[in-house]
C-alpha cells in the first residue's frame, strides 16, 4: 500500500466508525436521554483507552509539555461541541443546524493553511465543498427547515463545526512533539469523560439510567466505536494533512445514511442519497490525488 493514501483510508475508516457508533446512539435513544448517553459513550472510551493502557501507554509522555495540548482538545472535543451540537438542533431544527454544522472542513482548510502552513490546492478546494454540498444535499432531504429560531442561534453548529477543526488542529500539533495517536486520545477522552460525568452529576433534573434495559449498552458500544474511530482520525492527521483529513472525515453522515438503508432498514433508496454519493465518491478521490 503506498503510504500516502494511508491517512486517506484511516479518514475513511474513521467516518465510518463514527456513522456505525450514531446507528447505535440512535438505538439507545429510545431508553436513554442524550445527555446521559453521551457521557456513557464518552466514559466507556476513556475506560477503552485505559484499559489498552498496559499495551500501547508509554508513561513518559505525560512529563511532556504536549500533554496539555491533548487535554484541551478534551475540553473542545466531543464534550462542549457535542453539547453546542445538541442545543443548535434545540432552536435550529436538525436540517439547518446539521447543514451549518457541515462547515467543519471550511474551518480546518483555513486552519490548516494559517498555522501549519499546509497547502490548499484546486483538487482539495474542489473535494471539500463537493463533501460540503453532499451532506446539504442530505440534510435538506430529511425535514423541513424549522421555523422561528434567534437569530444567535445560528452560532451554535457552527460553533461546534469550528470547534471540531480547532481539536483537530490542536491535536495534530500536539503530535509533533508526542507522536502517539494512541496517548492523544487517551488524554482527550480522559478530559472529557470527567466534564461529562460531573455536568451529568451536578445538573438540576437528574435522570436516572436503568442498566437493566438495552439503551446504555448501545451507547457504551458506540464508545467503543468512538475510542477506535479517533485513534484512526488521530493517525490520519499525524501522517497526513488537515486539508486532506477532516473533509473525508466529514463524509460520516454519508456512511450513516447507507447503513440506515442497507442494514438498519430504517430509510428507502432516494434520489438524494445517489446524488450525495455521485458528489462524495470523486470529491473524495480529488483529495487523494492532491498530491
Known amino acids: 500500500m503506498d503510504i500516502e493514501f494511508l491517512p486517506i483510508l484511516l479518514a475513511l475508516l474513521c467516518a465510518f466508525l463514527f456513522a456505525l457508533a450514531v446507528q447505535f446512539q440512535h438505538i439507545g435513544l429510545s431508553e436513554v436521554n442524550a445527555r446521559n448517553g453521551t457521557a456513557i459513550s464518552i466514559a466507556t472510551a476513556a475506560i477503552a483507552y485505559w484499559l489498552a493502557a498496559p499495551f500501547f501507554l508509554n508513561p513518559a509522555h505525560f512529563l511532556n509539555p504536549a500533554v496539555f495540548i491533548f487535554a484541551l482538545v478534551g475540553i473542545f472535543r466531543p464534550s462542549l461541541s457535542a453539547n ?3 442545543s443548535g438542533t434545540h432552536y435550529l431544527g436538525p436540517t439547518l443546524s446539521s447543514t451549518l454544522s457541515s462547515t467543519s472542513p471550511l474551518f480546518a482548510a483555513a486552519l490548516g493553511v494559517w498555522w501549519l502552513g499546509e ?3 484546486w483538487q482539495i478546494a474542489g473535494g471539500t465543498f463537493g463533501i460540503i454540498f453532499a451532506i446539504i444535499i442530505l440534510a435538506t432531504g430529511k425535514r423541513r427547515l ?3 429560531w434567534p437569530l444567535w442561534a445560528l452560532a451554535l453548529p457552527v460553533g461546534a463545526a469550528a470547534i471540531r477543526s480547532l481539536a483537530h488542529v490542536l491535536s495534530k500539533f500536539g503530535m509533533e512533539d508526542i507522536a502517539d495517536p494512541y496517548f492523544a486520545g487517551l488524554v482527550g477522552f480522559s478530559v472529557s469523560a470527567v466534564i461529562t460525568q460531573l455536568a451529568v452529576k451536578f445538573r438540576p433534573q437528574k435522570t436516572p439510567v436503568s442498566w437493566r434495559r438495552t439503551g446504555p449498552y448501545w451507547f457504551a458500544l458506540a464508545g467503543l466505536l468512538m475510542s477506535g474511530a479517533v485513534v484512526s482520525l488521530n ?5 497526513g494533512q ?3 483529513v477532516v473533509p473525508i472525515v466529514a463524509a460520516s453522515p454519508i456512511f450513516s445514511m447507507l447503513l440506515s438503508i442497507f442494514i438498519f432498514k430504517r430509510e428507502p433508496v432516494s434520489l438524494r442519497l445517489v446524488a450525495a454519493l455521485f458528489m462524495v465518491v470523486p470529491s473524495v478521490v480529488f483529495i487523494a490525488l492532491s498530491r
Open 235 to 239: 493517525t490520519a492527521l499525524m501522517q
Open 119 to 121: 497547502r490548499f490546492t
Open 242 to 244: 488537515i486539508t486532506t
Open 84 to 86: 453546542l451540537a445538541v
Open 146 to 148: 424549522k421555523s422561528n
